[in-house]
């Protein structure tokens, strides 16, 4: 997306660009949508170093232009971890001019030219899977998504939608995360099933030592139960004039 023509050691690196443009987001749904997005990946790809799930940071694209800044974006092919102090700001020319595979933008209470500008930004850029998220859209689907088919981008429909490249589809259903019930997205397999988030997973682990505890608990019962049956099996013999243990 570079559109001159720099010598690498002319461009600037991620260290001495701005990491932040300092404006907060327009509200929470931008920050815990994409952030539940990349925790679940996180799970799912744990010993994967092929990816990078940027939340709310930067993509510069050509050292005279400012970052564009997208809610949540994935890139395949790119290391995982650059070093301890992690990523500032995702640089094309430092990711070998690799693109989002996938962007997301949500929606806030105003527009913010996804549906125009940012759209033919990224459709240029070369993200090929291009997610709106709106809560707020009464007469269309919360979902608009878009596949980049010869430089231009073509509505995908379905809940969840499929993503062969990175063989993960992306849908959105009711659910609860950090206490909050309402309509969330996820990641599912191709079988259309819903891959767990890691609250369900710790949840899950949880009731499954209780389901434990409680087997152990009832067999120890059984066991006290049955000791209790042969105590007064053997003070009836003993009142018989019977020896228990010769009977």
Same mark, same amino acid.
């Given at each position: 997306?570079?559109?001159?023509?720099y010598?690498? #050691?002319?461009?600037?690196?991620?260290?001495?660009?701005?990491?932040?443009?300092?404006?907060? !987001?327009?509200n929470?749904?931008?920050?815990?949508m994409?952030?539940l997005?990349?925790m679940?990946?996180a799970?799912l790809?744990?010993?994967?170093?092929?990816?990078f *799930?940027? &939340?709310?940071?930067g993509? $510069?694209?050509?050292?005279e232009?400012?970052a564009?800044v997208?809610d /949540?974006?994935?890139s395949? @092919? !790119?290391?995982r971890? &650059?070093?301890?102090e992690?990523?500032?700001?995702y640089?094309?020319?430092?990711e070998?001019?690799i693109p989002?595979?996938?962007?997301?933008? !949500?929606v806030?209470?105003?527009?913010? @030219?996804?549906?125009?500008r940012?759209?033919a *930004?990224?459709?240029?850029? /070369?993200?090929l $899977? $291009? *997610?709106?998220?709106?809560s707020?859209?009464?007469r269309?689907p919360?979902i608009?998504?878009?596949?980049? !088919?010869? @430089?231009e $981008?073509v509505?995908?429909m /379905?809940?969840?939608?499929?993503l062969?490249?990175?063989?993960?589809g992306? /849908?959105r259903e009711?659910g609860?995360? #950090?206490?909050?019930?309402r309509?969330w997205?996820?990641?599912y397999?191709?079988? @259309?099933?819903?891959?767990?988030?890691p609250? =369900?997973? &710790?949840?899950?682990a =949880? #009731?499954?030592?209780?389901e434990?505890?409680?087997?152990?608990e009832?067999?120890e019962q059984?066991? =006290?139960q049955? =000791?209790q049956r042969?105590?007064r099996?053997?003070?009836?013999? #003993?009142?018989?004039g019977?020896?228990p243990?010769?009977v």
């Open positions: 997306m570079l559109k001159k023509y010598p690498w #050691q002319c461009l600037p690196s991620s260290e001495e660009l701005p990491d932040s443009d300092d404006t907060p !987001v327009d929470e749904l931008q920050d815990l994409p952030s997005l990349k679940i990946l799970s790809w744990k010993d994967r170093m092929d990816w *799930f940027g &939340v709310d940071m993509i $510069y694209y050509d050292p232009e400012p564009i997208p /949540g974006f994935l395949i @092919g !790119v290391e971890i &650059v070093d301890e992690l990523r500032l700001s640089v094309l020319w430092e070998n001019n989002p595979i996938f962007v997301l933008e !949500v806030s209470r105003r527009y913010r @030219g996804e549906y125009s940012k759209k *930004f990224y459709a240029e850029l /070369g993200v $899977y $291009y *997610f709106i998220y709106s707020r859209r009464r269309k919360p608009e998504a878009y596949k980049l !088919v010869n @430089g $981008y509505p995908l /379905g809940n969840p939608i499929w062969p490249e990175i063989n993960l992306i /849908g009711r609860t995360h #950090q206490g909050i019930t309509e997205l996820y990641w397999d191709q079988a @259309g099933q819903r891959y767990p988030t609250e =369900e997973r &710790v949840e899950e =949880e #009731q499954r030592v209780e434990a505890e409680q087997r152990v009832e067999a059984r066991a =006290e049955a =000791e042969a105590a099996l053997a003070a009836q013999l #003993q009142a018989l019977l020896d243990d010769n």
